[in-house]
């Protein structure tokens, strides 16, 4: 179920990326001077208030093209990786929650009428780590309450590595992506000097293009960075509740386990 969600995650990402880059590759085949002129024009009708408005996509393949496809290739596939990671914690973690009162209710009930073996089944037909965690304590109930508190301390360990999988990768993106922005803005300042060289002037026209491609690179890296981050913490915040929740329901387990074997 994972591997299906990461799949097709990525498989979404992808192919609108894809069309961004063909549309922009083709855009980016015209003449130097034609697309000097077009992007005046784009300006001129953004910003002098000529009353035209230019799509979102055709403004993103613009801007794509101008920073260069390089890094701005390397900066859109660290927001695709991302995403497709982020999407699949998110599933992963919607996927976890669970109603523990009406579960705790379901295991006392089954403990009361069929006693462990009866629980075992409870806890197998429901999803989510809390009910694996119980599970596991009902394996070692004939050892004695102290044995399936310590096992559930420790599979809860367990199960809270596998809500944190892949949140190293996320952050290793978000550090990434502005990494690439700010060295392109780094090359792009190197184009201007070579151009300022070249040219023996150092007239605006001569160093814009450079300038243009460093302003634009950083840009998208931010802005990449950002998206992230803001779907990590929403991850670290859904951990952090469903941690909580495992916490308070395994201390409540462990008491109706005391009950039990006090019957």
Same mark, same amino acid.
């Given at each position: 179920? !994972?591997?299906?969600?990461?799949? =097709?995650?990525?498989?979404s990402?992808m192919?609108?990326?894809a069309?961004i880059?063909?549309?922009?590759?083709?855009?980016?085949?015209?003449?130097?001077?034609?697309?000097?002129?077009?992007?005046?024009?784009?300006?001129?009708?953004?910003?002098?208030?000529s009353?035209?408005?230019?799509?979102?996509?055709? @403004?993103?393949k613009?801007k794509?093209i101008?920073?260069?496809?390089?890094f701005m290739?390397?900066?859109?596939?660290?927001?695709?990786?991302?995403?497709?990671?982020?999407i699949?914690?998110?599933l992963? =973690?919607?996927?976890?929650?669970? *109603? &523990?009162?009406?579960l =705790?209710d379901n295991?006392?009930?089954a403990?009361?009428?069929g006693?462990?073996? !009866?629980?075992?089944?409870v806890?197998?037909? &429901?999803?989510?780590?809390?009910a694996?965690i119980f599970?596991?304590?009902?394996?070692r109930?004939?050892?004695?309450?102290d044995?399936?508190e310590?096992?559930?301390v420790?599979?809860?360990?367990v199960?809270m590595?596998?809500?944190e999988?892949g949140?190293?990768w996320?952050g290793?993106?978000?550090?990434?992506?502005?990494?690439?922005g700010?060295?392109?803005?780094?090359?792009?300042?190197?184009q201007?000097?070579?151009?300022?060289q070249?040219?023996?002037?150092?007239?605006? *026209?001569?160093?814009?293009?450079?300038?243009?491609?460093?302003?634009?690179?950083t840009?998208?890296?931010?802005?990449v960075?950002?998206?992230?981050?803001?779907?990590? *913490?929403?991850?670290? @915040?859904?951990?952090?509740? =469903?941690?909580?929740d495992?916490e308070?329901?395994?201390?409540?387990?462990?008491?109706?386990?005391?009950?039990?074997?006090?019957?």
């Amino acid at each position: 179920m !994972k591997k299906f969600f990461m799949f =097709l995650a990525v498989a979404s990402l992808m192919t609108f990326t894809a069309n961004i880059v063909a549309s922009a590759q083709e855009e980016g085949a015209a003449p130097a001077t034609t697309q000097v002129a077009d992007d005046s024009e784009e300006v001129i009708d953004l910003f002098a208030g000529s009353g035209e408005e230019v799509p979102l996509h055709q @403004a993103l393949k613009t801007k794509f093209i101008e920073g260069g496809a390089g890094f701005m290739s390397l900066i859109i596939i660290c927001l695709i990786l991302g995403m497709a990671l982020a999407i699949e914690r998110i599933l992963y =973690l919607a996927f976890s929650k669970t *109603n &523990t009162t009406k579960l =705790l209710d379901n295991v006392e009930k089954a403990l009361a009428e069929g006693g462990i073996e !009866k629980a075992k089944e409870v806890c197998r037909n &429901t999803r989510g780590p809390v009910a694996s965690i119980f599970y596991q304590g009902l394996l070692r109930a004939d050892q004695g309450v102290d044995v399936v508190e310590k096992t559930i301390v420790s599979y809860g360990g367990v199960q809270m590595s596998l809500m944190e999988n892949g949140l190293s990768w996320i952050g290793l993106f978000i550090s990434i992506a502005p990494s690439l922005g700010f060295l392109g803005t780094v090359i792009g300042m190197i184009q201007a000097f070579d151009a300022i060289q070249a040219a023996g002037d150092i007239s605006p *026209n001569v160093v814009a293009g450079g300038m243009k491609v460093a302003l634009i690179t950083t840009v998208g890296g931010l802005i990449v960075a950002m998206i992230l981050q803001i779907f990590y *913490n929403y991850i670290i @915040a859904k951990i952090d509740a =469903l941690s909580i929740d495992m916490e308070d329901s395994s201390i409540r387990f462990v008491d109706t386990m005391v009950k039990y074997n006090k019957k």
